[in-house]
């Protein structure tokens, strides 16, 4: 099991940006974001497989990039022109499998970290 650790949340005005992190303790698979708000499921974010290829949810299109550093075990979350709806609690996750991009399947992904709070002001 791989220990994963965000970092980076905080708040921001609509327009903004924030850059999260994810530390990862050992070796990962194919990694991504979650974002989850009050009364809501869990939604994928972004995924990174570990050739570097991303996929992202339509919402986020455009404007986040996800990012890893393999010598420093590190995932990145790097979030633009910021909304009121990407309020949430942001979690990394890694996968079981290498590639992984576009599945969001939360079973699929073993390891999970605390979450981050990012709120988003109009």
């Known amino acids: 099991q791989v220990r994963l650790v965000e970092s980076g949340g905080g708040s921001v005005q609509a327009g903004g940006s924030l850059t999260l992190s994810c530390a990862a303790s050992?070796?990962?698979?194919?990694m991504a974001w979650f974002r989850q708000t009050p009364g809501k499921e869990r939604e994928g974010v972004a995924s990174i497989n570990v050739d570097h290829t991303a996929a992202y949810a339509d919402s986020v299109k455009g404007r986040f990039t996800i990012s890893k550093d393999i010598a420093k075990k590190t995932l990145y979350l790097q979030m633009n022109t910021l909304k009121p709806e990407d309020t949430a609690v942001y979690y990394c996750?890694?996968?079981?499998?290498?590639?992984?991009?576009?599945?969001?399947?939360?079973?699929?992904?073993?390891?999970w970290g605390q979450g981050t709070q990012v709120t988003v002001s109009s």
């Open positions: 050992g070796h990962t698979n194919c």
């Open positions: 996750a890694a996968h079981t499998r290498w590639f992984c991009s576009g599945d969001f399947d939360r079973n699929r992904f073993k390891d």
